[in-house]
């Protein structure tokens, strides 16, 4: 048997109990009567997966959909056999996404193993909530806070949305200062983005969308970055900030191209120089991997160049930037530099505070024609 060294895991939970106007993930809602062979899928899949070889995980990560929102007895029952074929680090970090209405399952899941919790708690104002249809109220989302420490879980990151429909920036801050008090590990923080054919891409259509302006959406970034920064959270990723050693070390590795291998529906992986994707349909999933094992619908040979592109787009994320060796062929470089999105700091190239808010953009430039 060989022994295989994978830097992380990622296992895909599809299922929620009723779909944000925002979202455009690949997930099931209220279809968890199909959780008990989705999860016996899952499992097929990742032995397939891992025939022959022993794996190491640093890092196991829940994503979803809602990891939180099925019978925690299949989170327990996935990591058992996870462990019973791989070898888990001595500091393995295992997360699961929850939301904050299903805090009864958070004891279970930290006894499962699970030590680390990204609750879902977007914000804390019900105006706010209720305007992303979000299921939960500000009470309950402070209720699932406590929960999850009254379970045990001493590193809970929490995420937040700004730039909710009809949002102010006052309402934002309020948001930033109760969540700041509630002293977790770790922030995720995302500006609302509305994605096509979802039910939010229509209201806009419509012009029944009241979203705040990019301006006062950008308020809202600085907000962020200020007042964390001002309690102490070291921002490690335009979207990410933690307390000193509590980064995120699933995300991390993905960012630095490690290694993972991702399992379930709609899952990536990168594996050997090769990126491949999960077919993304629940029932196609499920039966492909009855029958074959697998259920891989794509998959790409990762080229010199798209090495290079991923670096730079990934890499751009981060704080220190990335080495300028690789933006010499990058034609609108110096244009980018003399509107000061980006600087030159000790042969790196990384965004400036105005940059961090048109991230995507810049990365779109400096790529261009590479
Ligand atoms: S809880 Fe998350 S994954 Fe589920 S519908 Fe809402 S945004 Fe999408």
Wanted: glycine share 6%; hydrophobic share 35%; charged share 30%.
């Amino acid at each position: 048997m060989k022994c295989a060294r994978m830097s992380g895991l990622y296992i895909h939970i599809p299922f929620c109990g009723s779909r944000c106007p925002y979202c455009d993930f690949s997930f099931v809602v209220r279809k968890d009567h199909h959780a008990e062979r989705y999860v016996k899928a899952l499992l097929k899949e990742f032995r397939t997966r891992t025939a022959g070889n022993r794996p190491q995980y640093d890092t196991i990560f829940f994503g979803g959909g809602t990891p939180s929102e099925i019978d925690p007895r299949f989170l327990n029952g996935i990591l058992a056999e996870v462990q019973s074929v791989a070898d888990l680090s001595s500091r393995i970090e295992i997360t699961a996404e929850a939301n904050p209405e299903d805090r009864d399952h958070f004891y279970p899941i930290r006894e499962s193993g699970v030590n680390r919790l990204s609750l879902g708690v977007q914000a804390l104002d019900n105006e706010s909530l209720k305007a992303l249809g979000r299921r939960h109220s500000k009470e309950s989302a402070l209720a699932a806070y406590d929960s999850a420490r009254c379970a045990g879980f001493d590193n809970i990151n929490i995420d937040l949305i700004f730039g909710a429909p009809d949002q102010s920036r006052l309402d934002w801050e309020n948001t930033l200062d109760r969540a700041i008090e509630l002293d977790p590990e770790h922030f995720s923080v995302y500006g609302l983005t509305i994605e096509r054919d979802t039910a939010f891409d229509r209201r806009r259509k419509k012009g029944q969308l009241p979203l705040p302006t990019e301006g006062v959406q950008a308020d809202m970034y600085e907000a962020a970055v200020e007042r964390l920064g001002e309690s102490d959270y070291i921002q490690y990723e335009i979207s990410n900030f933690s307390k000193p050693g509590k980064a995120c070390r699933h995300n991390i590795a993905c960012w630095e191209r490690q290694p993972y291998l991702g399992i379930g529906l709609s899952a990536h992986s990168f594996l050997n120089g090769c990126r491949t994707w999960n077919n993304r349909d629940l029932m196609a999933y499920i039966e492909k991997v009855e029958s074959t094992g697998l259920a891989i619908e794509e998959e790409e040979i990762i080229s010199d160049e798209s090495e290079q592109l991923e670096q730079i787009m990934l890499g751009l994320r981060r704080p220190d930037g990335i080495p300028e060796e690789l933006t010499r062929h990058a034609t609108k470089l110096d244009d980018l530099l003399e509107s000061r999105l980006i600087e030159r700091t000790n042969g790196r190239i990384r965004l400036t505070p105005p940059g961090l808010l048109l991230a995507d953009l810049v990365c779109a430039e400096l790529v261009k024609e590479l």
